[in-house]
């Protein structure tokens, strides 16, 4: 993708996009599922309690699937496009 640290990216789910800097790191490795390599990433969903971030975080993209269980909001998986901006 040519993405680096510090890029400018539009992450785009079905439910929004939001516009935010990347940060690349090689501490989260891909899976492999079915011979096919699939790249994961991790979304901030919130901001802290200071406020010293603004702007849309991952809430804004996450799916509003429940955990049957539970029925928590499932934060944990999403299927999303990164695109340079």
Known sequence: MGVKSGDEVIVRSVRAQIKEKAMVTDRIKPLIIGGEEIFV???PYNRGFKGLS???GGNYITTDALDPNAQSQEFKACLIDIKKA
Do not use: A
């Open 54 to 56: 603004t702007g849309p």
């Open 41 to 43: 990433t991790r979304q």
